[in-house]
């Protein structure tokens, strides 16, 4: 079974703090995936990378960086954390596959919570 | 663009019942349709997907077929369980970026 882990369930942070979200995946995927999901609003993508150290915007990467020095390893940054990023943080990872047909597989997310 | 619209929720059924929850799309080319699960306090799972026009996915009980002539691709059980009160989100990738895009997510609760 495809597995990805997220290093923390629940995150309290203050704002201004750097914030990392650390995922790792154990099936050799070379497709990775940050998305955070709010209510009545589904999942958006922040950012994805395809290889090691090769990172492309999502839908709304303002306020976010990643980083990608391993395969199995997918670092979300917050690098100055803002209220408006309290959110629900889910990782993602899948194969290269038929272009569009891949099934991504998802950890079990991370809350986070900026006071 | 591209976008894909769920009915609204809460849906709430009694056990045994019927399932719809409606999917439509709007996309360029031809994606690949999705539906995935998100259990209380858990991440999202596959629950179903279809890659051509026609195609019906099936798991667990639910089903889903690629409409492309509706573009709707709209999520049936026939008995629904308790256990299957969860958040259910349609997706479709799109075929030029192998971007998900998903649905706000509709919850269904189901009662005993």
């Known amino acids: 079974d495809v597995k990805v882990t997220q290093s923390s369930r629940y995150l309290v942070k203050r704002t201004g703090e750097k914030v990392f979200l650390e995922c790792v995946q154990d099936?050799?995927?070379?497709?990775m995936f940050w998305y955070r999901q709010d209510p009545g609003l589904g999942l958006r993508l922040i950012y994805f990378?395809?290889?090691?150290?090769?990172?492309e915007k999502g839908d709304i990467p303002e306020g976010y960086s990643v980083s990608r020095e391993k395969k199995e390893r997918f670092s979300l940054i917050l690098e100055s954390a803002s209220t408006n990023q309290t959110s629900m943080y889910l990782c993602?990872?899948?194969?290269?596959?038929?272009?569009?047909?891949?099934?991504?597989?998802f950890g079990p997310g991370t809350r986070l919570l900026v006071l | 663009g591209n976008s894909v619209t769920q009915m609204e929720g809460p849906v709430t059924l009694s056990e045994e019942a019927f399932l719809t929850i409606n999917c439509t799309y709007t996309?360029?080319?031809?994606?690949?349709l999705f539906w995935y699960v998100q259990y209380p306090g858990e991440g999202l799972q596959l629950l179903l997907k279809?890659?051509?026009?026609?195609d019906k996915g099936s798991n667990k009980g639910f089903e889903a077929t690629y409409r492309k002539e509706t573009t709707s691709f709209h999520l049936e059980k026939g008995s629904v369980q308790v256990s299957d009160s969860a958040v259910y989100f349609c997706?479709?990738?799109?075929?030029?970026?192998?971007?998900?895009?998903f649905g706000q997510g509709t919850t269904l609760q189901v009662k005993p």
């Open positions: 993602a990872s899948s194969r290269i596959q038929n272009r569009g047909q891949e099934t991504q597989y």
């Open positions: 099936m050799d995927h070379e497709n």
């Open positions: 990378s395809y290889d090691v150290k090769m990172k």
């Open positions: 996309a360029t080319g031809y994606p690949s």
């Open positions: 279809a890659t051509k026009a026609d």
């Open positions: 997706a479709f990738t799109s075929s030029n970026t192998g971007k998900l895009i």
